[in-house]
C-alpha cells in the first residue's frame, strides 16, 4: 500500500508542474517582456509553448511507457523538465525561450 500511494504521489507530480508554470508565467511576463522585447504574439508564444510541447509528449508517453516502464519515463521526464528550466533560465533570445519551455511542456506531458 505504500508504495501505490508513493507511486501515485510521484505521478500526480506532472499535473502540480504543470499548474505551476501556468500560475508562474503571467507573473513573470512582466520582467520577460521588456527583457526580450516580446510583442503579444511573442508574449503569447511563451505562454502557449508549454501547452504544445505537453500535447506532443502526453502523445508519445504510452509508448515510451510500455516500452520502458512508467519508473524510467517518470525518471527521464524529471531529467527533460530539468534541462528545460535550465534553458529557460539561461535563454538569451526569445526563440532559446520558446525552445526551451516547449522542452518543458514535452517533461510536464510525459509525466503526466
Partial sequence: ?????LTAAIAGLGGLLFGY?????ASALLFIEPDFG?????????VAAVPIGAVAGAAGAGRLSDRYG???LIIGSAVVFIVGA?????ADSEA??????V??????????
Fill in 96 to 101: 532559446v525561450l520558446v525552445v526551451s519551455r
Fill in 86 to 90: 535550465l534553458g529557460s533560465a539561461a
Fill in 1 to 5: 500500500m505504500r508504495n501505490v500511494i
Fill in 21 to 25: 508554470d501556468t500560475g508562474v508565467i
Fill in 38 to 46: 516580446l510583442s503579444s504574439f511573442g508574449s503569447g508564444l511563451v
Fill in 103 to 112: 522542452v518543458v511542456g514535452i517533461a510536464i506531458g510525459l509525466a503526466s
Fill in 70 to 72: 512508467r519508473r524510467l
